[in-house]
């Protein structure tokens, strides 16, 4: 079962974050921007409240919690219930998928990362943004984590976790920035975004489906709103 209790509570104070922590709030955008596509349509799984599908243009998104799917709705995202292990889309539907610290709360990331394949047209992308457990931050979450409200319940994955899930699930031309080298509750100013990962706490990583040369977006996917409502609804 999604583990939501404290978003579907606390998702005011969820929200809350990113405002009583900005400079931590835009290292983790600039991390996930520099690896984001230029695409048109794209999905945000695991969408909480819309801070990261709203500056990255992405319209549609799926989270399980209905206090958190209200906040990205009145962000004007266009979001459905649902969870990351059962997409509630028909195949090949979008360019491209974002998570952003959704992994460490699935059942089975697995899973997911393969029905983010399934959703992705050909040559598509999906892009991860994790708490790598193995960096300076990780660790000191970890060690931390019943402090942590929203993090009391996360399985926190490692660099190279999420890069043997992706491979895994048929992801290929991993590409990597990371971000988060100071204490998110101390800093003043954004962080750099740099190549790799190994000592950025939040670290976000970029696959691709491979590309299909019979695929015809034209012909196989319907980008119009009629196509986003006839997506199929799935529950774990």
Same mark, same amino acid.
């Not at 290292?27 to 349509?41: I, K, Q, Y």
């Not at 028909?90 to 974002?98: H, I, S």
């Given at each position: 079962m999604p583990r939501t209790a404290a978003f579907n509570q606390l998702a005011e104070r969820y929200d809350s974050w990113f405002e009583r922590h900005p400079a931590a709030y835009a290292?983790?955008?600039?991390?996930?921007?520099?690896?984001?596509?230029?695409?048109?349509?794209a999905l945000e799984v695991g969408v909480g409240t819309g801070r990261f599908a709203v500056p990255l243009g992405i319209r549609y998104g799926v989270d399980?919690?209905?206090?958190?799917?209200?906040?990205?709705?009145?962000?004007?995202? @266009?979001?459905k219930d649902g969870v990351a292990e059962a997409l509630p889309f028909?195949?090949?539907?979008?360019?491209?998928?974002?998570m952003v610290t959704t992994l460490c709360f699935v059942d089975d990331p697995?899973?997911?990362?393969?029905?983010?394949?399934?959703?992705?047209?050909? /040559?598509?992308?999906?892009?991860?943004?994790?708490?790598?457990?193995?960096?300076?931050? /990780?660790?000191?979450?970890?060690?931390r984590r019943r402090e942590r409200l929203f993090y009391r319940e996360a399985r926190f994955l490692s660099a190279s976790e999420g890069a043997?899930?992706? @491979?895994?699930?048929?992801?290929?031309?991993?590409?990597?920035? @990371?971000?988060?080298?100071?204490?998110?509750?101390?800093?003043?100013?954004?962080?750099?975004?740099?190549?790799?990962? /190994?000592? /950025?706490?939040?670290?976000?990583?970029?696959? @691709?489906?491979?590309?299909?040369p019979a695929f015809s977006p034209g012909v196989s996917l319907n980008a119009s709103p009629e196509g986003w409502q006839s997506g199929l609804m799935h529950r774990s």
């Open positions: 290292s983790e955008l600039a991390a996930v921007r520099a690896l984001w596509p230029p695409v048109h349509e399980p919690s209905p206090a958190m799917r209200r906040l990205a709705a009145a962000r004007g995202v @266009q979001v028909p195949d090949r539907r979008f360019e491209a998928v974002l697995l899973q997911a990362i393969h029905e983010a394949y399934r959703v992705l047209r050909p /040559g598509g992308f999906l892009v991860i943004g994790l708490i790598d457990r193995d960096s300076p931050l /990780g660790r000191h979450y970890l060690e043997a899930l992706m @491979q895994a699930a048929g992801f290929g031309e991993l590409v990597w920035r @990371q971000t988060l080298f100071s204490d998110p509750d101390a800093m003043t100013r954004p962080d750099p975004v740099r190549e790799g990962h /190994g000592s /950025g706490g939040f670290v976000v990583v970029r696959g @691709q489906r491979p590309p299909d």
